[in-house]
């Protein structure tokens, strides 16, 4: 119990040590915050701003490049696009280029409004971002066939 009572009174000397500079940073607080806090209320007020839009934040980039992927596969895929290479080298199924170019680009848009709907944001929008690989897989099998 006197070990306990010793530490307690370090303590409390150690604390009074500091008192002088914690009178003077208190003094320092209270003359600067008529200019702190209008910037911590901008500041908070940016980060709800920031944070109700951050599934935009989030769908732009997809949806640029999303549609980047559609235009170029317009552009360079044939009218007739195969689907499901086989190992002999002929495609199990054959689709017309609007459906090759606009069937990734639903699946992007349809996973992107899950992500609107969503509470969570990140998994359905990992999910857009992963589906930005089939335009890719498309053009790749259609052009370089094996």
Excluded at 22 to 43: C, H, N, S, Y
Excluded at 48 to 55: A, C, G, I, P, Q
Excluded at 75 to 80: A, G, I, K, T
Excluded at 128 to 136: M, N, R, V
Aim: hydrophobic share 45%.
């Amino acid at each position: 119990m006197s070990i306990t009572v010793t530490v307690k009174e370090k303590w409390k000397g150690f604390t009074q040590k500091f008192q002088p500079v914690r009178d003077k940073w208190q003094a320092f607080r209270e003359k600067i915050r008529p200019v702190t806090e209008p910037m911590g209320k901008g500041l908070r007020i940016t980060g709800k701003v920031l944070y109700h839009l951050r599934k935009v934040f989030l769908a732009l980039p997809v949806v640029y490049y999303a549609v980047k992927f559609a235009s170029y596969n317009m552009e360079n895929l044939p009218e007739q696009v195969g689907l499901n290479l086989q190992s002999s080298g002929e495609f199990a199924e054959m689709i017309s280029r609007e459906a090759a170019v606009y069937g990734p680009l639903g699946i992007t848009a349809a996973c992107l409004l899950l992500m609107f709907l969503s509470r969570r944001v990140i998994y359905p929008w990992i999910i857009s971002a992963l589906t930005l690989i089939l335009p890719i897989l498309v053009l790749i099998t259609n052009q370089y066939p094996m």
